[in-house]
């Protein structure tokens, strides 16, 4: 799937937003997954998720490392949802998650993201923390690197919502931010497996 084919099937199919730590990110990019917490609206939204459904990624404050304001907060990527499943006693990912936190998995066959991606080592969480908190900044800083910010979205007319795990993105601020996400993606997208 190409740039043209991405605009065209954000489009034709259900957009969506979804917020984590920039930490579960550098897990999604290893994992081409992401997980929820199972509660009423999260259960309800997960239910809900469909194949080919699209993903933007937002990247919230750290949660799990001390806070650093340089860190940028925003729209980081976008990927196609692939799959679901739940995970009954996930296990812990040997850094920030507990076991069993977030059950409700959502699998992603294609990822664009919109940071330096090329200078960040495939590698699990847990790898990463074992080499040190500096090594994770450092990726979050190429993670986050041309995040498209609230202030740009709002020059735009486009917005998503700064709370909740998960939300819906009417269609047409959905096209507004797919013009903003699509003028940022600067590397070769990730497919699952590859």
Not at 72 to 96: R, V
Not at 146 to 157: A, Q
């Amino acid at each position: 799937m190409n740039i043209s084919d991405l605009q065209k099937f954000s489009s034709q199919n259900k957009l969506r937003k979804i917020t984590g730590p920039p930490c579960d990110w550098l897990k999604t990019l290893n994992t081409f997954s992401w997980g929820f917490r199972s509660y009423g609206r999260t259960n309800n939204a997960w239910q809900s998720f469909k194949k080919f459904d699209v993903f933007i990624f937002h990247s919230m404050k750290q949660e799990y490392l001390l806070q650093d304001n340089s860190v940028s907060t925003g729209i980081i990527g976008i990927g196609i949802m692939d799959k679901k499943e739940i995970i009954a006693g996930e296990p812990y990912d040997g850094a920030f998650t507990p076991e069993g936190l977030r059950p409700l998995k959502i699998y992603f066959s294609d990822m664009w993201m919109l940071g330096q991606i090329s200078k960040i080592n495939n590698e699990t969480i847990s790898e990463k923390k074992n080499k040190g908190t500096n090594y994770i900044i450092k990726d979050i800083y190429n993670l986050t690197y041309n995040t498209i910010s609230f202030s740009t979205m709002k020059e735009n007319n486009c917005s998503i919502s700064t709370q909740g795990a998960v939300s819906s993105i009417a269609e047409d601020n959905g096209q507004r931010l797919m013009k903003l996400i699509l003028e940022r993606v600067h590397e070769p997208h990730l497919i699952k497996g590859q």
